[in-house]
């Protein structure tokens, strides 16, 4: 198989096939990424979260549980991400009730071969798509919003900082 070069597609061999990236030959590093994602709400539903008021119950609790078990559940929804042994993963809320908003950070750790990006990834999505379930029978308007990665270190490639967010 031919080595690929910087900044080409490494899930796709030569023909264009896909194909799982072997990192047989990587060395063990830690690695840890967090990512970030937000959902905007009403007045209402989001003071209804906060107060603990919603009639399914504890919507930050559940989230964070949906989030730790979709990040584990990576490599099984994602078809070319390696199963990783996952050291760490930990899920935050920032309230930003001006903007009537919900913050989801998931930071997820390994010590391996490969990074740990698409679980925090994954794991803000079902933290959101939970949140959403929980709380659509008040309001169905809800919007989910910039899902990113915020932050990884580790591997060859070394730290990444998302540019344009940085500051936050």
């Known amino acids: 198989m031919e080595k690929q070069e910087r900044n080409q597609f490494t899930h796709f061999d030569a023909k264009g096939n896909a194909w799982m990236v072997d990192v047989g ?7 840890e990424a967090t990512a970030r994602g937000s959902i905007c709400m009403s007045r209402e539903c989001l003071e209804m979260v906060v ?3 919603m009639k399914k119950g504890d919507v930050l609790g559940v989230a964070r549980i949906a989030g730790i078990m979709g990040a584990k559940r990576t490599a099984d929804l994602i078809p070319l991400c390696h199963p990783l042994p996952l050291t760490k993963l930990s899920l935050d809320f920032v309230i930003e009730e001006e903007k009537q908003e919900i913050q989801v950070y998931c930071t997820a750790s390994t010590v391996g071969k490969t ?9 803000v999505s079902a933290a959101l798509l939970t949140i959403y379930d929980m709380c659509k029978a008040v309001d169905r308007g809800m919007e989910i919003r910039e899902i990113y990665l915020v932050h990884k270190r580790g591997g060859k490639s070394g730290e990444f900082f998302h540019q344009e967010r940085a500051g936050e």
């Open 25 to 31: 030959e990587k060395a063990d590093t830690v690695r």
């Open 51 to 53: 107060s603990g008021r």
């Open 115 to 123: 990074g740990v990006e698409m679980e925090a990834l994954t794991g």
